[in-house]
Nanobody
Framework: QVQLVESGGGLVQPGESLRLSCAAS????????MGWYRQAPGKQRELVAVNTSGGITNYADSVRGRLTISRDNAKNTVYLQMNSLKPEDTAVYYCNARVIPRSGSRVPIEYWGKGTLVTVSS
């Protein structure tokens, strides 16, 4: 089994910054991709940013230029630096990872964290 634990959420004012972290632990052979999704009240979960093992990053248009994803492969950890936050960034942010387990098939398995709440409000 693999666990994803997020941290770093909280309440900030518009224009301020936050940094989210997500650490993966457990039976991990390798991680193909790690990323962040978010779900605002009354809306569907959406992709925020993803980083693949090949170093490719993708961002939602709404966050490009303000949010930056980075990854520490040695620590199996992904970060999301969020700058110039807006009220519309308010959501529960979920960590996602596609993991190849240490034993068994080499087919990647998708895991989710429990989420961390980010509230942007004056």
């Amino acid at each position: 089994q693999v666990q994803l634990v997020e941290s770093g959420g909280g309440l900030v004012q518009p224009g301020e910054s936050l940094r989210l972290s997500c650490a993966a632990s457990g039976s991990i052979f390798s991680i193909r991709a790690m990323g962040w999704y978010r779900q605002a009240p009354g809306k569907q979960r959406e992709l925020v940013a993803v980083n693949t093992s090949g170093g490719i990053t993708n961002y939602a248009d709404s966050v490009r230029g303000r949010l930056t994803i980075s990854r520490d492969n040695a620590k199996n950890t992904v970060y999301l630096q969020m700058n110039s936050l807006k009220p519309e960034d308010t959501a529960v942010y979920y960590c996602n990872a596609r993991v190849i387990p240490r034993s068994g098939s080499r087919v990647p398995i998708e895991y989710w964290g429990k989420g961390t709440l980010v509230t942007v409000s004056s």
